[in-house]
């Protein structure tokens, strides 16, 4: 892998804002049209290709690269830098046609025709030989080309497939694992339901069975999907560091409801993170969403800065009710500045041009079909201009990560995809709610989050969070064991470390991995009904999930009442907190309503003297300090209609005025301060 530092000059110029642009769509007419529009917007980057595959090899071998030619040209004319995408996530026709075998297949073995996007097999021989084979020819066609700023490799792995083709690959991977059947047979416990294996090749990719699966082989699966998808990113990127090595390398994850690959792999591998994302929600939980997504793709990228590959400029999915909703004025650049504040060093839209047909006909555009008269595009000619006037924010902290965070939440694709298992107790120990709900809360308690882990170093926070984390290694158990004894704050959910990497129960109590820890005993869990819930001692609520839980050397902060189920005592421990070494271990053994969750969260962060990141949280008003260059910026972003005062000292960016003391912040506005540099002891003397 490149060093990164040795890429910085390529990575620092500026806020990088555009999106992606689809040229091979249009006419020339339309094509002219757009560098101009692109100027009168600000536009400085600009996606170009990724779905490009059949335009560029019409036939096998036959290749065309005149209107990809111009069109680089063109835009390096206009200023405006190329993110060049290898097409591979959607093979042309005549590929399909003559390779069916590389098509994807799902697991009840119906093989899926050719008329999408994503119509491969990654697992496939003839496709990963495509894949290199196309990605060769276009580096080399543009390996000096002085617009090309950053390989965008494929677009949003998440291509997983069944069949005879994906059976071999995985059996190859199942004998590399696990080394022999009798491990394998022991691993997977398959002398139940009489599914012990004598021959590799009784072993299939997970096809379609009567009943449950076997959840060993589940987890398995997944992990040998995600690796598949991994080898085909390090494909490409062999190839492209190769041809170009001194152009920066990236992929977009599709955050945060994807998960088909461990996002820590895939991110050791790109020289930048970056990420598409889109609101679910139209209203003050859709700030606390850009927000999460934007703390995960920081925390991916090693605290550096990341880049929004896409984000829309008007639709907000209502994925229950089927609709794209609209966002309303002003939204978008106060969601832009988010993400910029949490570390990114641009904001791209998908996409740039709203297409007449296709499958995307009606997602939000730069340029909707409205054309440039139209509220959006004058929305985001005025970001443009401003984003242009403030290149400093976007340059790489020489010093430490862009965004400096004293409380981490856990993230793990193995513990994601454990919990996916049909055989669970309960569909309310999915991973993803359970992460999301406990950075909503600590969003709304004003303080800032990384992700991290749970193989990582952990020694730089105050307080990590394990809200849900089923799987976990014996080497995983010493590391947060080690985190506490040195002083951390561990906060544990329930079911947390039930089970180890290969599914199999710890027995002597649910929770085993972290039972030394925490000072407890689980002795039984006791799942409820979606409606149901219990109230706890402090008057607070809790639902879908409680536990019989024995102290053993931790103490009761919160207790079940009468109304909860009758295997569970009233008054025994709900939320317990133990003294282990240096630091305090606390327990989560029901899953407490928001108000709840703030309370004990706000509990956990005073024992641990976490300082308040944004006081100004519960107003809509988000504080951000972002670090670039040599300088601090704080980030005023206010979400609500009413007008604030921040204290803030230096000089703001957006008006060009000194500040020293209060700086106002109307309803729906930003401001960003360059803080002035706090003196030393010996500077103050």
């Not at 604030?644 to 912040?665: K, N, R, W």
Request: proline share 6%; aromatic share 10%.
């Amino acid at each position: 892998m490149p060093d990164i530092e040795a890429l910085r000059p390529r990575l620092s110029s500026g806020v990088w804002f555009g999106g992606d642009y689809n040229p091979e769509q249009w006419s020339e007419d339309v094509l002219i049209e757009d560098v101009e529009l692109m100027r009168r917007a600000g536009v400085n980057t600009a996606t170009v290709g990724v779905f490009s595959w059949a335009s560029l090899e019409p036939a096998l071998g036959e290749y065309r690269f005149d209107w990809l030619d111009a069109v680089m040209d063109r835009l390096h004319e206009a200023g405006v830098r190329v993110i060049l995408a290898t097409p591979t996530a959607s093979p042309p026709p005549w590929f399909s046609r003559l390779h069916p075998e590389a098509l994807p297949v799902r697991p009840d073995g119906t093989r899926l025709s050719h008329g999408s996007r994503d119509t491969y097999n990654p697992a496939a021989a003839a496709y990963r030989e495509a894949a290199k084979r196309i990605t060769t020819v276009l580096a080399e066609r543009y390996r000096n080309h002085p617009a090309l700023a950053l390989w965008h490799i494929h677009n949003e792995y998440g291509t997983v497939s069944h069949g005879p083709v994906t059976d071999a690959a995985f059996r190859t991977w199942l004998r590399d694992r696990h080394g022999s059947l009798e491990v394998l047979n022991s691993r997977w416990n398959t002398a139940f339901w009489s599914q012990v294996y004598s021959d590799w090749d009784d072993i299939t990719a997970l096809a379609a069975t009567q009943y449950l699966p076997n959840p060993a082989q589940v987890l398995d699966f997944k992990r040998f999907s995600a690796e598949t998808l991994l080898s085909c990113l390090k494909d490409q990127l062999e190839i492209v560091r190769r041809i170009t090595p001194n152009v920066p390398t990236t992929t977009n994850f599709m955050l945060p409801t994807w998960n088909h690959y461990d996002q820590w792999a895939f991110a050791h591998e790109i020289d930048v993170v970056s990420i598409d994302h889109y609101l679910d929600d139209e209203g003050p939980e859709g700030e606390t969403h850009v927000a999460f997504a934007a703390d995960l793709a920081r925390s991916f990228n090693g605290g550096r800065p990341w880049l929004l590959m896409e984000q829309s400029t008007s639709l907000v999915y209502d994925y229950a009710g089927g609709r794209m909703l609209v966002k309303q004025p002003g939204r978008i650049r106060r969601n832009t500045y988010q993400y910029l504040a949490r570390g990114a060093m641009g904001s791209l839209f998908f996409q740039w041009r709203a297409p007449l047909v296709g499958a995307e006909f009606f997602h939000s555009a730069m340029v909707p079909h409205a054309g440039a008269d139209s509220r959006i595009f004058r929305e985001l000619s005025e970001l443009g201009a401003e984003l242009d006037l403030i290149p400093e924010i976007a340059e790489p902290p020489r010093n430490g990560p862009v965004v400096q965070a004293k409380v981490a939440i856990v993230w793990s694709a193995e513990a994601w995809w454990a919990t996916e298992t049909r055989a669970m107790p309960s569909s309310d120990i999915a991973f993803l709610p359970s992460v999301r709900a406990a950075h909503t809360a600590l969003s709304h308690l004003g303080q800032l989050v990384d992700v991290v882990s749970p193989d990582s170093d952990l020694s730089a926070y105050r307080v990590v969070l394990v809200p849900s984390l089923l799987t976990a290694t014996d080497e995983q158990q010493d590391r947060f064991s080690d985190f506490v004894r040195s002083g951390g704050h561990l906060a544990v959910w329930h079911f947390a470390g039930s089970v180890d990497e290969n599914l199999h129960v710890r027995t002597g109590g649910y929770s085993g991995a972290f039972a030394e820890v925490l000072g407890i005993r689980v002795e039984e869990h006791v799942p409820l009904r979606a409606d149901d819930s219990v109230t706890l001692s402090d008057g607070t609520r809790a639902g879908s999930w409680t536990e019989v839980v024995h102290l053993d050397g931790a103490e009761a902060v919160t207790t079940y009442t009468a109304d909860a189920h009758p295997v569970i005592s009233p008054g025994s421990p709900a939320f317990t907190r133990n003294s282990f070494g240096s630091g305090l271990a606390h327990y989560l053994s029901t899953r407490p309503d928001a108000t709840g969750l703030a309370l004990h969260l706000r509990r956990i962060l005073d024992e641990a003297e976490v300082p308040q990141d944004n006081p100004l949280a519960t107003d809509r008003v988000e504080l951000v300090r972002r670090n670039a260059g040599e300088h601090t910026y704080l980030f005023a972003i206010n979400h609500s209609d009413r007008d604030c005062a921040v204290e803030a000292h230096g000089f703001e960016l957006l008006t060009q005025t000194s500040v020293d003391g209060i700086v106002h912040v109307a309803g729906g506005d930003v401001r960003i301060v360059r803080e002035h540099p706090v003196p030393t002891p010996e500077e103050s003397n």
